[in-house]
Nanobody
Framework: VQLQASGGGSVQTGGSLRISCVAS????????LAWFRQAPGKEREFVAA????????YYADSVKGRFTISRDNAENTMYLQMDSLKPEDTAVYYC?????????????????WGQGTLVTVSS
């Protein structure tokens, strides 16, 4: 499966942005998905995850209450709605498919990483 993230851009502090991740085939509907991000000079970090049916979601403390993860299995697509954006949210955002049992925030449990989409938040 291939995952392609899109929708990144530049916004000001307090603004909103929605990014998307489209999968190349429907096998993705059987797996959990997640967003990770990597800021310049920093390690990749977990942002949010969602289970295969979309009933359970998980968030990093840094984005809880501001970001909302969702998925539309009919469209093989996952979304991340980002509100009240802060400069520290600036990063390349990657989507990935969960492929092995692990905590949802453990990047070692994921594969098929998309190419990433850049989100820039200016103050």
């Amino acid at each position: 499966v291939q995952l392609q993230a899109s929708g990144g851009g530049s916004v000001q502090t307090g603004g909103s942005l929605r990014i998307s991740c489209v999968a190349s085939d429907r096998t993705v509907t059987r797996y959990g998905l997640a967003w990770f991000r990597q800021a310049p000079g920093k390690e990749r970090e977990f942002v949010a995850a969602i289970n295969d049916k979309g009933y359970s979601t998980y968030y990093a403390d840094s984005v809880k209450g501001r970001f909302t993860i969702s998925r539309d299995n009919a469209e093989n697509t996952m979304y991340l709605q980002m509100d009240s954006l802060k400069p520290e949210d600036t990063a390349v955002y990657y989507c990935a498919q969960k492929v092995r049992a692990s905590n949802y925030d453990d990047s070692n449990g994921y594969a098929y990483w998309g190419q990433g989409t850049l989100v820039t938040v200016s103050s």
